[in-house]
């Protein structure tokens, strides 16, 4: 899976243990219940409330970290690799053309997209994280 798919899957479908389940939504009546592993998912039509699970993510981790301005932070918090490397690759499968070797510029960048990648896959992100 790219790793898009992976902060995608994660955020959507991330769930550390059934007491910190995300509210991403709640199972129709005819739905089977998830088994502990598995993570709760927005119903067809609602909007998975992007900030409201990272912020969870964020209380509940032991670190301190600003996911709402760092796409290392985020990545953290999904329990994601974060290095450089998989930057350069999130960077390269988002078509990013500035120079690879900035990385300031290009976490920045990342930031935004995944923002705009999330919105657009029916995440509910604060518009002040797509600009």
Do not use: C
Not at 57 to 83: F, G, H, N, Y
Not at 110 to 119: E, F, P, T
């Amino acid at each position: 899976m790219s790793i898009l798919g992976n902060i995608v899957s994660r955020i959507f479908r991330h769930s550390p243990s059934p007491a910190s389940a995300a509210p991403a939504g709640t199972p129709s009546p005819q739905s089977k219940p998830a088994s502990p592993q598995a993570a709760p998912q927005a119903t067809p039509g609602s909007p998975v409330d992007v900030a409201a699970i990272m912020d969870k993510l964020a209380a509940q981790s032991k670190e301190k970290l600003d996911w709402r301005k760092s796409i290392v932070d985020l990545m953290k918090l999904l329990k994601l690799d974060s290095s450089i490397g998989a930057r350069k690759r999130l960077a390269e499968e988002l078509h990013y053309t500035g120079n690879l070797k900035d990385s300031a510029s290009m976490n920045v960048w990342l930031h935004k997209q995944v923002m705009i990648k999330l919105a657009e896959n029916g995440g509910k992100v604060p518009n002040e994280l797509r600009r």
